[in-house]
């Protein structure tokens, strides 16, 4: 059991930036695995909250979308979408919201629109879907990405939804009621947001990686923490229920 | 007095070329039957919305029906991109595509301020974002109270709203349980109102139950009894999403010639829903039979 | 997590003198319960908040409870004044109170606009009326997409919301049936929500059918176990309304000295609701008992 | 049978008023019964809205209070009042409101708000509940009221909700949707209103008024249709509905 996939180790890690977490914004796959995990782990009063309108869902099989009739059956509550992002969403009521994206600058911002020119794009990614209001509104954003040159970029082609945006302060000068992103897991390292810059800055790195090959996948160089640790490998008991419980087919394993 | 209907003449009498039309249901009740009718009518520069495009339109879309599409996520859910409408925007094949986008909340209002009949709502969304830079419609205005600039989004109001649910009476009373996405703002903000729906059942059914009906018969024009008309999405209650098929189209809708003989065999090729059904097979219908969880009574005396 | 809780100890930890408050529930599940516990202890300088202030406030502010009053339709439905709210506006008696009035779709769209975090909402009233004369929070604001000058409401965000329903479970997640008012929105623009409940159900109820789940646990800072707490309103599915109560508190409340023995022998003289409900007697809950019209159950499989 | 009240002869006018309208919102009172008697005379498609949600009530008792239970059991949809007054009302989905007031004046503007000063007030009245916004968006207004100088004035002592304003066209150029009042019908006669100057006018007189009882009880001389009739009485058929199914206890007769 002590061998791990670097995706079993992005999950986990995620799922423990939710401790003592009680509300979570949260999208399928990789989030809803580490919120899941969360929930048996560090976390056993997180409630999920999915854009598709679900309150405290309780699946009886793993979710395959947002709006999987598994989410419905036996929920707390199920409302309308202006309901979920009027009252929950940019009412305030969200704790913790998991984004990701196709590209994320230093500052945590996010791009899943286009690759390319607007008007004319490389790729056609998928919009912002609720991603705009999510980031501005959660009290936090974590953020899961596979680490990739391509992903992490000097400078996004779209900024679909706003991180940091220019620096630290901009987001309160603009007076967005949550604090943007806090954490970004990648199945590398963990980075975390310098208070005094905005910027993301590598906290942690995953058993067996280097801090050579967390730079080679970024397009700018990384600030690193002073404090720079090596992440706790996922214990037994994390793998356990990741393989047995949430993942037995093993969807999330590669 | 009855609107019930057959889905043809429901079509054949509300939708019309060139319209703006709203197929709403997140995930949930999404109006393919009515859909596939609409291809099978040739209806030509439709302006689709929808928060999520999905399979729906781009089975419109790969048809020729569109000329616009104004949305929030486009893709298929969980497993990637709307190969159909990627060649229309990017190779004007079969049609040129014009896109719309807004983020989801950003749709939901825009609905509400048609529903609500309001010159605009708003919402705190956009800032940072570039978002308004590709759509102006998108605007900030200054509180009269103070606190900032907050966002907003004109009224959309389609001509038609296609609307699937569960149930429904003869004259468009219209339960919906499980998801319930930005239907009623839909059907509320529309021109006119089509309904399908699984079952067709007595007014007294309805009755029985005033605060599960999201659409009153009041603004419905149509009531078409389509079962099954939801997939390959579902109907909680009725039947499972059929998540093979979301698989399956992902490879047939990258090719176009692949897509093309789909819509042949299973658009075209079918002179109307209940064919599609028989087609389909009963093992279909066995495989995404649903469970049994029954809601608890609640006393309405 | 239990937030179950007596209504004396929630009172006495969520409502504080000064305080904003909205006991909602328009016609149905009017919070008397929690308004008498609020006069037993005294509280003083509320600002009280409710589209239809009806008996429940008329009887607070002749307790002296309150300095304002935040409102839509001032009156005894379908019977006449009310006269506790007159003497305190005309003659101070007990104490002065102020008064801000707005339409009942100004009332919605306030708690609408706390709810959601907006720093106003539109809506298009008040054009040609006096109203925003007096009243210089209604303001009116150009569309930036044009179509003339709109209303606009700020925010109204209470400190505390009392919510009466039918059921809840210990977490406080909340189905309500029958009339729903502003009940939804007020919970969400409050800082606390109360919720005072006739049953007391296992999650299972609950889960059983989420779409009637109005108000969710996540919001709701104490759950009260109350029967009979919205007496002399009514409780769809558990009691009428008492209209000869209400035709009673006329006669009663013309008279402030009859005003006051009212409230030393129903509020002062009782020490909480349980004790009310036995002294009203049992002729009183046979009298008032609904007929059975039950609901027909949904599948959520 | 031939014997009737002013009140009676009120009601059945206001019922044929009615007549082919498929959409009413409703208070209770003299309008809700009207309403009752139109759907079984003039009118059987109407569906009556209460502000209180209730659309398609069935009730079996006469309701007491828009709010009242029996409204609620077995009508055909009951919502939220942000959705009553939001996508109902202000969604132009409602065909005929009726108002009444303490005040009106002659081009159908309504006080329900206070007699005497605002701040000062002789009588404080209810104020606007709906009143307001339904007069500005049903798409005609009808109002039901008893004929009396105190009512019936040269000058509200406060607007509450708008009929013509000042005039006609007036409406018009503020956008307001409605088309505002039509018709005012009273005890004692039936007013509508001449489009060219938006002022209300005597178009019939009930069976044994004459005009100067009804210019007795106006603070205006008012406007006479120059095709003044008389009201048609009440048929047998109509007294009959209102006597033995409507109103059994007479509670509305006088």
Chains 1, 4 share one sequence.
């Not at chain 2, 089975?59 to 060649?87: D, E, T």
Request: glycine letters at 10%; aromatic letters at 8%; one cysteine or more.
């Amino acid at each position: 059991m002590s061998d791990y996939s670097p995706s079993e180790m992005m999950i986990v890690a995620a799922a423990r930036a939710l401790a003592g977490v009680r509300t979570v914004f949260v999208g399928v796959g990789l989030p809803n695995i580490a919120c899941n995990l969360a929930q048996r782990t560090v976390a056993p009063d997180l409630e999920l909250v999915y854009e598709s309108g679900v309150y405290g869902a309780r699946p009886r099989r793993l979710p395959l979308s947002i709006g999987d009739p598994a989410l419905i059956t036996g929920a707390l509550s199920v409302c309308s979408m202006a309901d979920l992002f009027g009252l929950y969403l940019q009412g305030g009521r969200l704790e913790v919201a998991f984004l990701g994206g196709a590209q994320i600058d230093r500052y945590g911002n996010l791009n899943t629109t286009v690759i390319g020119d607007y008007a004319r794009p490389k790729v056609r990614l998928p919009g912002s879907g609720g991603a705009c209001e999510i980031a501005i509104h959660a009290r936090q954003v974590f953020i899961i990405m596979r680490l990739s040159r391509r992903s992490f970029v000097e400078r996004l082609d779209f900024l679909t939804s706003p991180g940091h945006l220019g620096g630290a302060g901009e987001r309160e000068r603009l007076g967005m009621p949550g604090r943007g992103p806090q954490v970004v897991v990648t199945d590398k390292c963990v980075f975390r947001f310098d208070p005094a810059s905005g910027e993301m800055g590598v906290v942690s790195l995953h058993p067996g990686v280097r801090l050579e090959d967390v730079r080679a996948e970024m397009g700018w160089a990384p600030r690193v923490s002073p404090d720079l640790a090596e992440t706790e490998p996922p214990t037994q008991e994390e793998l356990r229920l990741l393989r047995e419980e949430l993942d037995p087919m093993g969807v999330y394993r590669s | 007095m009855s609107k019930l209907t057959t889905m043809h003449d429901a079509i054949a009498r509300y939708v019309h070329d060139g319209d703006t039309i709203a197929i709403e249901g997140f995930t949930a009740c999404i109006g393919f039957a009515a859909a596939h009718e609409i291809i099978r009518q040739g209806r030509r520069d439709l302006v689709l919305c929808r928060m999520t495009p999905d399979l729906v339109y781009d089975q419109m879309i790969a048809a020729g029906c569109a000329r616009k599409l104004i949305f929030s996520y486009l893709g298929n859910p969980g497993v990637g991109p709307l190969h159909a409408v990627r060649r229309a925007v990017e190779k004007s094949i079969p049609a040129p595509l014009e896109l719309e986008e807004y983020s989801h909340f950003g749709m939901v209002a825009r609905y509400i301020a048609g529903a609500y009949h309001l010159p605009f709502f708003p919402l705190r969304s956009y800032l940072g974002s570039d978002l308004p830079k590709v759509n102006p419609r998108i605007q900030f205005i200054e509180s009269p109270y103070g606190d900032g600039p907050v966002a907003v989004v004109p009224p959309l109001n389609p001509d038609v709203a296609i609307i699937h649910a569960q149930r429904a009476d003869a004259n468009g009373n219209t339960q919906l349980w499980g998801l319930l996405g930005a239907q009623k703002e839909a059907a509320f903000a529309a021109q006119h109102v089509i309904v399908v729906v699984e079952e067709v059942v007595d007014e007294e059914v309805i009755r029985s139950d005033p605060n599960r009906t999201l659409i009153p018969g009041l603004i419905v024009d149509a009531v078409v009894h389509e079962p099954y008309g939801a997939h390959p999405s579902y109907v909680q209650g009725y039947y499972d999403r059929d998540n093979d098929f979301y698989l399956r189209w992902d490879e047939i809708s990258r090719d176009e010639a692949a897509t093309r003989a789909w819509l042949e065999e299973w658009v075209y090729g079918v002179g109307d829903r209940a064919e599609y059904v028989e087609k389909m097979g009963r093992e279909t219908w066995e495989r995404l039979r649903p469970a049994q969880a029954w809601s608890r009574p609640v006393n309405y005396g």
